[in-house]
């Protein structure tokens, strides 16, 4: 096994937010949804498939707590979750918080029109707003 590394994709369309005891949890910086992604810490896992049951465990209490803190702190219809895998091989998980309202709604966001960057301020803003609510996330089963 390699050292794990984050996909340089990822790592351009995303920012930092946390480290979780599993995964880093990063913000899409696409600021038409609040846009989060897991991404499992285990080298060379492309698919859930590649996690053993410890690994599955705490995964899907980041994902319970990643949805929970969208749901929580957005306005939310819908908390959407998927692991699609066919840009990046690399295993995420994204969270998006949904509302009725948003410019895709109902259908998903993967591929509506393009991305709208958050500007730097608003990049840090978010990205401090999320942080305080994320100690001791996916830690608890």
Not at 72 to 97: C, E
């Amino acid at each position: 096994m390699s050292d794990w590394k984050l996909h340089p994709r990822l790592a351009n369309d995303s920012t930092f937010v946390a480290s979780l005891p599993l995964s880093d949890l990063r913000l899409i910086n696409d600021a038409r949804w609040p846009w989060l992604i897991l991404v499992p810490r285990v080298p060379d896992a492309a698919e859930w498939l590649d996690l053993y049951g410890e690994q599955r465990q705490l995964l899907d209490a980041e994902m319970h707590a990643t949805g929970t803190l969208l749901r929580t702190h957005f306005h939310t219809d819908r908390i959407n979750v998927a692991a699609l895998g066919n840009v990046v091989p690399q295993l995420h998980i994204h969270i998006v918080s949904r509302r009725a309202d948003d410019p895709a709604w109902p259908g998903p966001v993967w591929g509506f029109g393009q991305p709208v960057p958050y500007s730097g301020e608003e990049l840090q803003r978010r990205v401090e707003h999320l942080q305080p609510h994320v100690t001791g996330m996916g830690s608890d089963k």
